[in-house]
Protein backbone atom coordinates (compact mmCIF):
# COMPACT_ATOMS: atom_id res chain seq x y z
CA UNK A 1 0.00 0.00 0.00
CA UNK A 2 1.39 3.58 -1.35
CA UNK A 3 1.62 5.89 1.62
CA UNK A 4 1.08 8.66 -1.21
CA UNK A 5 -1.78 8.32 -3.72
CA UNK A 6 -1.39 10.10 -6.89
CA UNK A 7 -4.20 9.80 -9.64
CA UNK A 8 -4.50 9.42 -12.36
CA UNK A 9 -1.35 7.01 -13.10
CA UNK A 10 -1.59 8.35 -16.99
CA UNK A 11 -2.84 11.34 -18.48
CA UNK A 12 -2.64 12.12 -22.31
CA UNK A 13 -3.95 15.44 -23.41
CA UNK A 14 -3.87 17.98 -26.25
CA UNK A 15 -1.90 21.27 -26.10
CA UNK A 16 -3.63 24.29 -24.55
CA UNK A 17 -5.67 21.96 -22.01
CA UNK A 18 -5.70 22.32 -18.40
CA UNK A 19 -5.14 19.13 -16.27
CA UNK A 20 -5.07 18.49 -12.10
CA UNK A 21 -3.04 15.78 -10.75
CA UNK A 22 -3.68 14.61 -6.99
CA UNK A 23 -1.76 13.25 -4.23
CA UNK A 24 -3.68 11.81 -0.95
CA UNK A 25 -2.55 10.06 1.73
CA UNK A 26 -4.28 8.90 5.00
CA UNK A 27 -1.38 9.95 6.95
CA UNK A 28 0.25 14.14 7.81
CA UNK A 29 2.71 14.95 6.02
CA UNK A 30 5.35 17.83 7.82
CA UNK A 31 5.82 18.65 4.09
CA UNK A 32 5.50 18.08 0.69
CA UNK A 33 7.71 18.10 -2.70
CA UNK A 34 6.60 18.08 -6.60
CA UNK A 35 9.28 16.34 -8.98
CA UNK A 36 9.17 16.32 -12.86
CA UNK A 37 11.59 13.40 -13.97
CA UNK A 38 12.06 12.88 -17.52
CA UNK A 39 13.07 9.61 -19.48
CA UNK A 40 17.01 8.52 -18.08
CA UNK A 41 17.13 11.34 -15.70
CA UNK A 42 16.65 11.70 -11.68
CA UNK A 43 13.76 13.64 -10.94
CA UNK A 44 13.41 17.18 -10.68
CA UNK A 45 11.93 19.47 -7.58
CA UNK A 46 9.79 22.14 -8.47
CA UNK A 47 8.14 23.19 -5.11
CA UNK A 48 8.26 22.64 -2.05
CA UNK A 49 4.44 23.47 0.35
CA UNK A 50 5.14 23.46 4.10
CA UNK A 51 2.17 25.13 5.43
CA UNK A 52 -1.52 23.60 5.59
CA UNK A 53 -3.53 25.65 3.17
CA UNK A 54 -0.58 26.85 0.91
CA UNK A 55 -0.68 27.60 -2.49
CA UNK A 56 2.26 28.29 -4.66
CA UNK A 57 2.69 29.65 -7.93
CA UNK A 58 5.31 28.52 -10.83
CA UNK A 59 4.42 29.93 -13.65
CA UNK A 60 1.76 27.69 -14.98
CA UNK A 61 1.39 25.12 -12.57
CA UNK A 62 -0.45 26.00 -9.38
CA UNK A 63 0.49 23.73 -6.26
CA UNK A 64 -1.56 23.64 -3.07
CA UNK A 65 -1.15 21.89 0.39
CA UNK A 66 -4.86 20.75 1.66
CA UNK A 67 -5.55 22.09 4.97
CA UNK A 68 -5.13 18.82 7.05
CA UNK A 69 -1.15 18.46 5.55
CA UNK A 70 -2.42 15.44 4.18
CA UNK A 71 -3.61 15.78 0.03
CA UNK A 72 -1.85 18.48 -2.28
CA UNK A 73 -2.82 19.01 -6.21
CA UNK A 74 -1.05 20.06 -8.66
CA UNK A 75 -2.52 21.92 -11.87
CA UNK A 76 -1.08 23.10 -14.93
CA UNK A 77 -2.96 25.74 -17.41
CA UNK A 78 -2.62 25.59 -20.69
CA UNK A 79 -0.18 22.24 -21.12
CA UNK A 80 2.38 22.50 -23.37
CA UNK A 81 4.70 19.88 -24.98
CA UNK A 82 7.45 20.44 -22.86
CA UNK A 83 5.12 20.04 -19.87
CA UNK A 84 5.33 16.02 -20.76
CA UNK A 85 6.90 14.11 -17.93
CA UNK A 86 6.63 11.79 -14.65
CA UNK A 87 4.73 13.88 -11.95
CA UNK A 88 5.77 12.80 -8.54
CA UNK A 89 4.80 13.75 -4.99
CA UNK A 90 6.96 13.07 -2.26
CA UNK A 91 6.36 13.73 1.29
CA UNK A 92 8.23 13.66 4.93
CA UNK A 93 5.28 11.74 6.65
CA UNK A 94 5.25 13.34 10.78
CA UNK A 95 7.81 11.00 12.80
CA UNK A 96 9.66 10.14 9.38
CA UNK A 97 11.35 13.24 8.69
CA UNK A 98 14.37 11.77 7.31
CA UNK A 99 12.91 9.68 4.84
CA UNK A 100 10.60 10.82 2.01
CA UNK A 101 8.22 9.13 0.85
CA UNK A 102 6.91 9.13 -2.89
CA UNK A 103 3.88 8.90 -4.94
CA UNK A 104 3.57 6.49 -7.53
CA UNK A 105 3.98 9.04 -9.68
CA UNK A 106 1.37 10.38 -13.15
CA UNK A 107 2.61 10.02 -16.40
CA UNK A 108 2.02 13.48 -18.32
CA UNK A 109 1.87 13.57 -22.07
CA UNK A 110 0.84 16.79 -23.96
CA UNK A 111 0.18 16.00 -27.47
CA UNK A 112 0.93 18.99 -29.84
CA UNK B 1 27.92 24.34 -9.18
CA UNK B 2 28.06 20.60 -10.04
CA UNK B 3 25.30 18.74 -9.39
CA UNK B 4 24.99 15.20 -7.86
CA UNK B 5 26.71 12.85 -10.28
CA UNK B 6 26.85 9.04 -10.12
CA UNK B 7 28.48 6.32 -12.00
CA UNK B 8 28.27 3.73 -13.98
CA UNK B 9 25.19 5.08 -15.48
CA UNK B 10 24.20 1.73 -16.99
CA UNK B 11 25.57 -2.04 -15.71
CA UNK B 12 24.73 -5.07 -16.92
CA UNK B 13 25.23 -8.51 -14.19
CA UNK B 14 24.59 -11.86 -13.75
CA UNK B 15 22.00 -13.01 -11.42
CA UNK B 16 24.21 -13.85 -8.16
CA UNK B 17 26.66 -11.35 -8.75
CA UNK B 18 27.51 -8.17 -6.79
CA UNK B 19 27.38 -4.35 -7.83
CA UNK B 20 28.80 -1.26 -5.91
CA UNK B 21 27.30 2.26 -7.27
CA UNK B 22 28.82 5.01 -6.93
CA UNK B 23 27.13 8.59 -5.96
CA UNK B 24 29.34 12.22 -5.84
CA UNK B 25 27.18 14.69 -3.91
CA UNK B 26 27.39 18.51 -4.47
CA UNK B 27 29.59 20.01 -2.80
CA UNK B 28 29.07 21.01 0.51
CA UNK B 29 25.53 18.93 1.14
CA UNK B 30 26.60 15.94 4.01
CA UNK B 31 23.48 13.98 3.68
CA UNK B 32 23.14 11.48 0.48
CA UNK B 33 19.97 8.98 0.02
CA UNK B 34 19.62 6.18 -2.21
CA UNK B 35 16.66 4.97 -3.89
CA UNK B 36 15.34 1.94 -6.23
CA UNK B 37 12.64 3.04 -8.93
CA UNK B 38 11.07 0.61 -10.41
CA UNK B 39 8.05 0.44 -12.96
CA UNK B 40 5.28 -1.77 -10.27
CA UNK B 41 6.62 -0.20 -7.28
CA UNK B 42 8.04 3.09 -7.82
CA UNK B 43 10.90 5.30 -6.23
CA UNK B 44 11.79 3.19 -2.44
CA UNK B 45 13.60 4.55 -0.04
CA UNK B 46 16.96 2.27 0.31
CA UNK B 47 18.61 4.33 3.31
CA UNK B 48 20.14 7.34 4.01
CA UNK B 49 23.78 8.16 4.98
CA UNK B 50 25.04 11.69 7.43
CA UNK B 51 28.97 12.02 8.10
CA UNK B 52 30.00 8.48 7.50
CA UNK B 53 26.85 7.65 9.37
CA UNK B 54 23.91 5.72 7.94
CA UNK B 55 20.52 7.39 10.00
CA UNK B 56 17.98 6.56 7.77
CA UNK B 57 17.10 2.68 6.62
CA UNK B 58 14.18 1.76 4.56
CA UNK B 59 12.54 -1.69 4.03
CA UNK B 60 14.48 -3.54 2.03
CA UNK B 61 17.14 -6.81 2.60
CA UNK B 62 20.26 -6.99 4.15
CA UNK B 63 22.05 -7.43 0.81
CA UNK B 64 21.70 -4.12 -0.17
CA UNK B 65 24.15 -2.02 2.05
CA UNK B 66 26.12 1.22 1.30
CA UNK B 67 28.55 4.06 3.17
CA UNK B 68 29.71 7.03 2.91
CA UNK B 69 33.49 8.58 2.74
CA UNK B 70 34.71 11.51 4.75
CA UNK B 71 34.59 13.40 1.72
CA UNK B 72 30.82 13.09 1.77
CA UNK B 73 30.97 10.80 -1.65
CA UNK B 74 28.72 7.36 -1.04
CA UNK B 75 28.77 4.50 -2.33
CA UNK B 76 25.93 1.53 -2.03
CA UNK B 77 26.28 -2.34 -3.09
CA UNK B 78 24.38 -5.25 -3.58
CA UNK B 79 25.00 -8.62 -3.31
CA UNK B 80 23.94 -11.84 -5.04
CA UNK B 81 21.67 -9.98 -7.18
CA UNK B 82 18.51 -10.98 -8.18
CA UNK B 83 16.25 -10.38 -11.57
CA UNK B 84 14.17 -8.19 -8.93
CA UNK B 85 16.58 -6.23 -8.93
CA UNK B 86 16.61 -4.49 -11.89
CA UNK B 87 16.32 -0.69 -11.94
CA UNK B 88 16.86 3.05 -11.78
CA UNK B 89 18.90 3.27 -8.97
CA UNK B 90 18.89 7.19 -7.67
CA UNK B 91 20.96 9.32 -5.09
CA UNK B 92 19.75 12.20 -3.64
CA UNK B 93 22.49 14.76 -1.49
CA UNK B 94 21.14 17.51 0.66
CA UNK B 95 22.67 20.41 2.70
CA UNK B 96 20.31 19.10 5.80
CA UNK B 97 18.59 22.05 6.84
CA UNK B 98 15.11 22.32 8.67
CA UNK B 99 13.55 18.67 9.60
CA UNK B 100 11.15 17.77 7.35
CA UNK B 101 11.82 20.46 5.04
CA UNK B 102 14.76 19.35 3.31
CA UNK B 103 15.44 19.67 -0.63
CA UNK B 104 17.16 16.79 -2.62
CA UNK B 105 18.51 17.17 -5.43
CA UNK B 106 18.95 13.96 -7.01
CA UNK B 107 21.50 12.39 -9.88
CA UNK B 108 21.10 10.85 -13.03
CA UNK B 109 21.10 7.22 -11.72
CA UNK B 110 22.40 4.29 -12.69
CA UNK B 111 20.44 1.67 -14.59
CA UNK B 112 21.32 -1.64 -13.53
CA UNK B 113 19.96 -4.43 -15.36
CA UNK B 114 20.31 -7.81 -14.01
CA UNK B 115 20.07 -11.50 -16.44
Known amino acids: TQLLEQSPQFLSIQEGENLTVYCNSS?????LQWYRQEPGEGPVLLVTVVTGGEVKKLKRLTFQFGDARKDSSLHITAAQPGDTGLYLC????????????FGSGTQLTVLP | KAGVTQTPRYLIKTRGQQVTLSCSPI?????VSWYQQTPGQGLQFLFEYFSETQRNKGNFPGRFSGRQFSNSRSEMNVSTLELGDSALYLC??????????????FGPGTRLTVL
Open chain 2, 27 to 31: SGHRS
Open chain 2, 92 to 105: ASSLQGAVGTDTQY
Open chain 1, 90 to 101: AGYASGSARQLT
Open chain 1, 27 to 31: SVFSS
